[in-house]
């Protein structure tokens, strides 16, 4: 989840004496060992290359740091960030023998602020068997057979109900939002939009705030505000946890995450309220920005590229056509949208939600000809693979047709891979999807403004995407 502009610099404040000496003692534990670490630099004592890393992203161009460094060294080399040693990798062969090697050579890492938000709990943070089992819960949630059964009906009618009110001017942005986090209390806990959900999402908006900051509570009122608001949602969840588990107890059931979190409870280990309700965060933390960034750039794209709305339009009002009265799209309907999928992968390759992951060496490992040395930390750049122009052909460009032809499936992560891709990625897929068919049918829209993508601290449009909407003359 973690994407490199979450900002320990608060590692390079705290990073004391014994860190020095530390850091000192394993470079010349490396060199005596005589291991060749990939090549690259390390810039200025304890700062690194983090402000050139900083300011190169707060360009227009998508990977200016990557870039430069894979021309100078190659796709896997060394620099020093956010107080830290890391190995880069902008190659898809690595990548994927990382990512792969989750638990075995590599584990995932996050900063302490992270774990902080998210929860002790979450599944981001599990490790080994524990994170194995409800990994594959997670996933047999939202696997397809429950989405095609049950998940496809609450997203077609929940992004409906939230198109019913446009009209005029809007931010596409804040509008996505609102539909994602709806979506996922509905698949989680069962509950339908009202105030309290709108108040529920109002505290999360802080909470994700958190992820973006400085995060020492002396220095940012910002990490200060999401840590309160965490304890907010999280007591707001608990509520909902205790009166689920009365109701079960009653003999009442439902179908969601929840009643799976407490029906693994029959099984060897159960789960106290403090665990689900981390769990149930970790989802809403890990579903919520990604797919609505992703919704909102997929009309960003599209908008800029007239003919491929042209032919996206015509795909969707070929599926209105034959579904004549019938409104809600049923998962055949889903399945006959294959320029669609051409245009969800483009957009998944083009903006990178989740840029790359960040993982620790847990021994000295081999990598191409260099060694990476024990407990180094590792970032798997995916967003540097899918605008490599070696993996695609004008990268930059979005391209929608290029999935027409036959690609190297290799070159495409854009949901991660191994044991901790993301379970949620047929929903995520699901969910654009339908979100774009509605869009399309109903509305034609304009730019209300100039916006531009931006690449830091996140992937996502300047000014969230303001847009003019007016109602098409379709039947509905
Ligand atoms: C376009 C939307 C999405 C993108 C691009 C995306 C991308 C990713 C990536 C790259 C990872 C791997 C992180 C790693 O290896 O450390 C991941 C993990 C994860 N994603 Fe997603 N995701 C999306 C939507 C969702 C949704 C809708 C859910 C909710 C069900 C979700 C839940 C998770 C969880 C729980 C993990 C952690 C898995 C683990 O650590 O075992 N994601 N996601
Ligand atoms: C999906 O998960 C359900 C349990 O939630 C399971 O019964 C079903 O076999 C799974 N389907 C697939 C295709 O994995
Ligand atoms: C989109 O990408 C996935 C891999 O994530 C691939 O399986 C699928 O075939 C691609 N879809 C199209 C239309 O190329």
């Not at 880069?88 to 996050?110: C, H, K, M, P, W």
């Not at 429950?146 to 509008?175: F, Q």
């Not at 919520?288 to 996206?312: G, I």
């Not at 809600?328 to 320029?339: G, I, N, T």
Request: aromatic share 10%.
């Amino acid at each position: 989840m973690i994407t490199m502009e979450l900002f320990p610099l608060s590692l390079l404040l705290t990073l004391s004496l014994s860190t020095i000496i530390f850091l000192l003692f394993r470079t010349t534990a490396a060199a005596r060992r005589k291991l060749r670490s990939p090549p690259g630099s390390t810039g200025l004592p304890l700062i690194g290359e983090t402000f050139q890393l900083i300011s190169a992203y707060k360009t227009e161009n998508p990977e200016p740091f990557i870039d430069a460094r894979v021309a100078k060294y190659g796709t896997v080399f060394t620099t020093h960030v956010f107080g830290e040693r890391t190995v880069f990798s902008a190659d898809a062969e690595t990548n994927r023998f990382i990512l792969q090697n989750e638990g075995r050579l590599f584990e995932s890492s996050y900063p302490g602020s992270i774990a902080n938000l998210v929860g002790k709990h979450s599944l981001l943070l599990m490790r080994g068997s524990l994170h194995r089992r409800m990994h594959s819960l997670t996933m047999s949630f939202a696997n397809f057979t429950i989405i095609k059964d049950h998940l496809l009906l609450d997203i077609d009618r929940l992004v409906r109900l939230n198109l019913d009110s446009w009209t005029g001017r809007i931010l596409l942005m804040e509008e996505a939002k609102k539909i994602t986090f709806e979506l996922t209390l509905k698949q989680l806990l069962s509950i339908d939009p009202c105030e309290w959900t709108e108040n529920l999402r109002k505290e999360y908006m802080l909470v994700i705030e958190g992820f973006f900051c400085i995060p020492l509570p002396f220095f940012s009122p910002t990490y200060r505000r999401a840590i309160q608001a965490r304890k907010r949602v999280t007591e707001a969840l608990h509520l909902v946890v205790r009166e689920r588990r009365e109701k079960r107890e009653r003999g009442v059931k439902r179908n969601d995450m929840l009643a799976a979190l407490f029906d693994s409870d029959c099984d060897d280990v159960t789960f106290c309220d403090d665990e689900i309700v981390d769990f149930l965060v970790s989802l809403l933390v890990a579903g919520y920005d990604t797919t609505s960034t992703t919704m909102t750039l997929a009309v960003k794209f599209l908008t800029d590229t007239p003919s491929a709305l042209a032919q996206l339009t015509e795909e969707h009002e070929e599926i209105r056509a034959r579904k004549g009265t019938s409104v809600a799209l049923e998962w055949d309907d889903y399945k006959s949208m294959p320029f669609t999928q051409c245009v969800v992968n483009e957009t998944l390759r083009l903006s990178n939600i989740i840029s790359g992951v960040f993982r620790r060496a847990m021994t000295d490992v081999k990598i191409k000809d260099y060694t990476i040395p024990e407990g180094s930390k590792v970032f798997a750049s995916l967003r540097a693979v899918h605008l490599g122009q070696d993996s695609f052909q004008d990268a930059r460009v979005f391209d929608p047709w290029r999935w027409q032809k036959t690609l190297d499936p290799a070159n495409f992560m854009p949901f991660g891979g191994g044991p901790r891709r993301c379970p949620g990625h047929e929903l995520a897929r699901v969910a654009l999807s339908v979100f774009l068919h509605h869009l399309i049918t109903r509305f034609c829209w304009k730019p209300a403004e100039e916006d531009k993508l931006v690449f830091f601290p996140t992937t996502r449009t300047q000014k969230r995407y303001p847009i003019i909407v007016q109602h098409r003359n379709v039947v509905e």
